[in-house]
């Protein structure tokens, strides 16, 4: 299990979650409120998010999303990213 941490709305709020699931994901399942307008498909960049910690934790940046142009750290596609580990974000908000 891996421990996510979402910065949102002035508040902080830390999740369980399993291996493998991506950050959009974990966001859905605890009602954390996360924009993702292509259904998390990678296509739309409504879903970035940006890592605080644990950039290390994350799957490799894919395809999609250097073809979205989010290829810098901190920005991550978080329908893309899946957690290995401990990880802590910034819900972009719109
Ligand atoms: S939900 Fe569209 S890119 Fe992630």
């Known amino acids: 299990m891996a421990k996510v941490a979402f910065h949102y709305s002035g508040q902080v709020k830390t999740v369980e979650a399993k291996d493998g699931e991506t950050i ?3 966001a859905l399942d605890n009602a954390i409120p996360m924009e993702h307008a292509c259904g ?5 960049t ?3 998010c940006q ?3 644990g950039m290390e934790n994350l799957s490799p940046r894919n395809d999609r999303e250097e073809n979205m142009g989010i290829v810098e750290d901190p920005d991550r596609l978080s329908c893309q990213a899946q957690v290995r580990g401990d990880v802590e974000v910034e819900v972009v908000e719109y």
Do not use: D, S, W
């Open 24 to 26: 959009l994901q974990i």
């Open 40 to 44: 998390g498909n990678g296509f739309c």
């Open 46 to 48: 409504t879903c970035m």
């Open 51 to 53: 890592v605080k910690k």
